[in-house]
C-alpha cells in the first residue's frame, strides 16, 4: 500500500507509534537525532553576517553542538523588526559549514524559499506559526530534506502529530519535532514550556522530539535549568539560541545564552548523561 492509501483509526497513522513500534532515527551527515545520546543544536535568532555566523559556528563547535541554527528568513510579530537577510543568509550558512563542518538548519517560510534552502542547507525548519500552513508542510513532504517541526503555540499535540503527516504522507519521512512552548495565560515567561509533551509524543509518535528552552522561556538566565528538565523528560535534543554579543543581537538577545554558557551547559548535560548510563546499568544488573 503506498504512503497515500494509507487507512487508520489514527489521524496520523505514519506518524503514530502503533504502526511502527522502533524510534525513529534521522540522520544529517554524521549525526544521528534520536538515539540515546542528546543532539544540541545551538546558534543565533537571526543570521546577521557572514563574520558573525562564522565566529559563532566556531565558538558553538569548541562549547559541544553538534549542529547549527540561524535564522535567514525571520516571522517576526511585528513587521518593522529585522525580517533577516533572507537568501544570503542561507550562503552565509552554507560557508560556516564549509568552514567548521557542522551541519546547518534554517527556517524557510515559503515553497519559494524551499529551492535555494535545499542547495545551501542541511535540515529546514518549519517555525511555530506555520506549523498548520499545509501548503508548505506538503511542499517540504516533497523534499528529501529532513525537516525540524516546530509546535505551533496555540496546537494541540493531536494537531502537530497530523502536521508532521501532511510531511511524511508526501514521502518525506525525515521528521524532527521541536517543542518551543505554548500560550497561556502566564506571563512570567514569553511561554510556558510544555515538557510535558515530551513523554506524550514518545508513547504516541516514533518520531524524535527536540526541546527549545529559549522560545520555550524567553529568558537567557532560565535555559540552562528547562534544559535539564527538557533532557529528563526524555527529549532527543535542544535547540538554544546562542549568540557571542547576546545583548547586540537582532533579535531574541533577550533569550539567547553565550558560547561561555553554552560549553557550562554541555559539560553539564554530558555529566547527566554517564550518570544516567550508569544508573540504567544498575538498574539492569540489580533490577
Ligand atoms: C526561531 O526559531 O527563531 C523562531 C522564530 O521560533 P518559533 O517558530 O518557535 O517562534
Ligand atoms: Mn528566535
Same mark, same amino acid.
Given at each position: ?98 568552514? @567548521?563542518?557542522? #551541519? !546547518? +538548519?534554517? /527556517? ?5 524559499? =524551499? ?7 542541511? %535540515? ?71 515538557? @510535558?509533551?515530551? #513523554? !506524550? +509524543?514518545? /508513547? ?5 522530539? =527536540? ?7 524567553? %529568558? ?68
Amino acid at each position: 500500500m503506498s504512503t497515500r492509501e494509507v487507512r487508520s483509526n489514527c489521524p496520523y497513522p505514519l506518524a503514530s507509534r502503533q504502526n511502527q513500534a522502533a524510534n525513529s532515527v534521522i540522520t544529517v551527515h554524521d549525526i544521528q537525532i534520536g538515539t540515546h545520546s542528546p543532539t544540541i543544536i545551538a546558534g543565533p535568532c537571526s543570521v546577521e553576517s557572514l563574520d558573525q555566523i562564522v565566529e559563532l559556528a566556531k565558538e558553538i563547535q569548541a562549547a559541544g553542538a553538534q549542529m547549527l541554527r540561524g535564522g535567514a528568513f525571520k516571522p517576526r510579530s511585528s513587521p518593522y523588526s529585522f525580517q533577516g537577510l533572507g537568501d544570503r543568509g542561507l550562503y552565509y550558512l552554507a560557508e560556516a559549514r564549509k568552514v @567548521s563542518g557542522l #551541519p !546547518v +538548519v534554517s /527556517e524557510i517560510m515559503e515553497a519559494s524559499q =524551499l529551492d535555494t534552502a535545499c542547495d545551501t542547507i542541511d %535540515v529546514i525548519q518549519i517555525g511555530a506559526r506555520n506549523m498548520q500552513n499545509y501548503s508548505l508542510l506538503k511542499a517540504v513532504g516533497r523534499t528529501d530534506k529532513p525537516v525540524l517541526l516546530k509546535r505551533g503555540f496555540s496546537c494541540k499535540i493531536e494537531e502537530w502529530l497530523m502536521s508532521a503527516e501532511y510531511i511524511l504522507s508526501e514521502g518525506n519521512q525525515q521528521v524532527i519535532l521541536c517543542e518551543r512552548g505554548i500560550r497561556t495565560f502566564e506571563t512570567a515567561t514569553r511561554n510556558t514550556l510544555d515538557l @510535558s509533551a515530551v #513523554p !506524550v +509524543v514518545k /508513547e504516541r509518535s516514533h518520531l524524535p522530539i =527536540l526541546v527549545d528552552p529559549s522560545h520555550g522561556t524567553g %529568558v537567557a538566565r532560565y535555559v540552562p535549568s528547562m534544559s535539564m528538565a527538557a533532557l529528563a523528560a526524555g527529549c532527543d535534543g535542544l535547540l538554544i539560541e546562542v549568540h557571542s554579543h547576546p545583548e547586540k543581537a537582532a533579535s531574541d538577545g533577550q533569550q539567547t545564552i553565550t558560547p561561555a554558557e553554552l560549553k557550562l551547559l554541555i559539560d553539564k548535560i554530558h555529566l547527566f548523561y554517564k550518570i544516567e548510563k550508569n544508573t540504567n546499568k544498575e538498574v539492569a544488573l540489580h533490577g
